[in-house]
């Protein structure tokens, strides 16, 4: 990880400050208890096709040779073409959650926005929402599809998924979620124990196809380099932002906004993950 460039610039607030956006839920009696405190720390990449694999990938579209020997001659400086599934890009969510309440507050749902070269013409915004198990309930149906209530508040200052309409379908996958501490990638909820601390992380992948029609703008930039056998290098501004729901049994749902963070994640030369 170390290896990686990631390059994370400041936005309307600091990446390591408390995110105050929440709705409030009030439980019996009118009481109310005091959200959860989010810390989102950044996005990391963990998973990325190598330089040579995109050269792989994209020479055979964009570079012109004769008789339609494109394909003869990209095989021969990188290798086979690789298909779609094999050029997954993961990414990871840190996030450090305080509760400061007398009871456990496990977390219900997670939305998360991701829009690539948010300063381009050919920007790329990619949402999902997953609803989380109840602790202990891992099994059949854990991680399906979130109820068409999962990523929906009330307030109008936090962000739910009918802000991001516009999105483009199956760019953004989700992973599943783990504590920080090397756990298993899994749909059930963390529980944040009664005045306690917990670091989680969030996985998201990047629909294959959809992602590689955006970055192959930047390809045909690098058509040269295809033509003289060189590997060509990708560099993608991001923009995250979104919501975490939190279960607070008879007090109700507790939703905390976090982000929009932005920064630059430039694609190794191998792959992060071992295929």
Same mark, same amino acid.
């Given at each position: 990880?170390? @290896?990686? @460039?990631?390059?994370?610039?400041?936005?309307?607030?600091?990446?390591?400050?408390?995110?105050?956006?929440?709705?409030?839920?009030?439980?019996?009696?009118?009481?109310?208890?005091?959200?959860?405190?989010?810390?989102?720390?950044?996005?990391?990449?963990?998973?990325?096709?190598?330089?040579?694999?995109?050269?792989?990938?994209?020479?055979?579209?964009?570079?012109?040779?004769?008789?339609?020997?494109?394909?003869?001659?990209?095989?021969?400086?990188?290798?086979?073409?690789?298909?779609?599934?094999?050029?997954?890009?993961?990414?990871?969510?840190?996030?450090?959650?305080?509760?400061?309440?007398?009871?456990?507050?496990?977390?219900?749902?997670?939305?998360?926005?991701?829009?690539?070269?948010?300063?381009?013409?050919?920007?790329?915004?990619?949402?999902?929402?997953?609803?989380?198990?109840?602790?202990?309930?891992?099994?059949?149906?854990?991680?399906?599809?979130?109820?068409?209530?999962?990523?929906? @508040?009330?307030?109008?200052?936090?962000?739910?998924?009918?802000?991001?309409?516009?999105?483009?379908?199956?760019?953004?996958? @989700?992973?599943?979620?783990?504590?920080?501490?090397?756990?298993?990638?899994?749909?059930?909820?963390?529980?944040?124990?009664?005045?306690?601390?917990?670091?989680?992380?969030?996985?998201?992948?990047?629909?294959?196809?959809?992602?590689?029609?955006?970055?192959?703008?930047?390809?045909?930039?690098?058509?040269?380099?295809?033509?003289?056998?060189?590997?060509?290098?990708?560099?993608?501004?991001?923009?995250?932002?979104?919501?975490?729901?939190?279960?607070?049994?008879?007090?109700?749902?507790?939703?905390?906004?976090?982000?929009?963070?932005?920064?630059?994640?430039?694609?190794?030369?191998?792959?992060?993950?071992?295929?």
């Amino acid at each position: 990880m170390g @290896a990686l @460039a990631l390059l994370v610039t400041a936005t309307a607030a600091s990446s390591c400050a408390m995110l105050n956006n929440l709705q409030l839920p009030q439980g019996p009696g009118g009481l109310n208890i005091t959200p959860p405190r989010i810390s989102f720390s950044g996005a990391t990449l963990v998973q990325s096709p190598s330089e040579q694999l995109l050269a792989a990938y994209y020479c055979p579209e964009l570079v012109s040779a004769p008789f339609g020997t494109a394909g003869v001659l990209c095989q021969g400086f990188f290798g086979r073409r690789p298909s779609p599934a094999e050029m997954n890009v993961a990414f990871d969510l840190s996030f450090h959650i305080s509760n400061p309440n007398q009871i456990p507050i496990p977390l219900a749902s997670v939305l998360t926005a991701a829009t690539v070269f948010p300063a381009a013409t050919n920007q790329s915004l990619g949402a999902s929402c997953f609803q989380l198990c109840a602790p202990g309930s891992a099994g059949a149906g854990c991680g399906g599809p979130a109820a068409a209530s999962a990523c929906q @508040a009330s307030s109008s200052d936090v962000r739910s998924l009918n802000d991001f309409a516009g999105a483009a379908v199956n760019l953004l996958i @989700a992973g599943g979620i783990a504590a920080a501490t090397g756990q298993p990638f899994t749909f059930e909820a963390p529980k944040v124990s009664a005045a306690a601390e917990l670091d989680v992380v969030v996985r998201f992948s990047f629909g294959p196809e959809p992602l590689l029609a955006t970055l192959r703008q930047l390809a045909m930039q690098s058509v040269s380099e295809l033509k003289a056998g060189r590997s060509i290098s990708f560099r993608i501004p991001f923009r995250i932002e979104g919501t975490v729901w939190f279960d607070a049994g008879s007090f109700g749902r507790i939703a905390v906004g976090y982000g929009p963070l932005e920064g630059v994640w430039v694609l190794p030369t191998a792959g992060l993950i071992p295929r």
